[in-house]
């Protein structure tokens, strides 16, 4: 907790702009998902989503980018204007000191004195530990379903497993997410349905992963073509469970 509290007091997490910052995050995509040149976001990108009305943040350390997020401007068919976030890391040997929390707090701070008042990203619906993240500690809620979305990767974290991902739809103005920021701890996830996952996917051998995968692309789209959406998660020591409602 010392340790916790030690780099969370020296953090600071502010707006990248330079192309030199931006170099920065190449070496972070390397060492935190394990890309190669074929996944990478360039540098010059940066500057792209950041002129079209996007975010570039960085967390530094004593002066060293250790964390970053990359979010580009969307628009929905109905006119609402949001942001994609398209990538939020943190360096593997800072995790669990509340470095990411922290980057997606200034995140929606951004966003929102941008005028902009929703976030969306994908996520892996089978790791157990982002789940929590996005669902519980951050209060996005989902209902979207994309089979194999970005393809095969070069990342060792995807596993060679087809792509799938929910959709994490944050409202940043609701009370559920208001709370969050405050701290607020929420009510007990109570779901009218239920969705299990292994709790940790990384142990189990390809064929069941696959197999999980296979059962979660079915249940999913057709709990939400019934008018269900993600709205909690809870952990067990051999499952997990996600919690949604009408």
């Known amino acids: ?13 502010r707006a990248v702009k330079s192309l030199d910052e931006w170099q920065l995050t190449v070496g972070l995509q390397r060492e935190i ?15 792209v989503f950041l002129r079209t009305g996007g975010s570039c943040l960085g967390a530094f350390l004593e002066g060293e980018m250790v964390g970053f997020s990359l979010a580009f401007a969307g628009l929905k068919a109905s006119g609402t ?22 980057i997606k707090l200034a995140q929606r701070e951004a966003a929102l004195a941008a ?12 790791r157990a530990r982002n789940a929590h993240f996005n669902v519980t ?5 989902a209902d979207e379903y994309l089979p194999n979305f970005y393809g095969t990767t070069s990342s060792d974290l995807h596993g060679g497993l087809p792509t799938d991902r929910l959709v994490a739809v ?16 929420p009510p007990p996830a109570r779901g009218s349905l239920l969705v299990e996952i292994p709790s940790s996917i990384e142990r189990l051998p390809r064929a069941e ?8 692309r079915a249940e999913f789209p057709a709990a939400f073509a019934r008018g269900f959406r993600v709205t909690g998660f809870t952990r067990g020591p051999a499952t997990a469970t996600y919690h949604l409602n009408r």
């Open 81 to 102: 204007r949001y942001w994609h976030s398209h990538m939020v890391g943190v360096r593997p040997s800072l995790h669990g000191h509340g470095i990411g929390y922290r």
């Open 209 to 216: 992963a696959l197999a999980a995968r296979g059962r979660l």
């Open 115 to 126: 005028g902009v008042e929703r976030i969306e990203w994908t996520f892996d619906p089978l």
């Open 170 to 185: 944050w409202h940043l103005r609701s009370r559920r997410v208001a709370d969050r920021v405050l701290g607020l701890q």
């Open 33 to 47: 998902w394990g890309f190669d040149e074929t996944d990478e976001v360039p540098p010059r990108l940066f500057g």
């Open 137 to 141: 500690k951050l209060g996005t809620v």
């Open 1 to 13: 907790m010392a340790a916790r509290k030690a780099v969370l007091g020296s953090l600071e997490v």
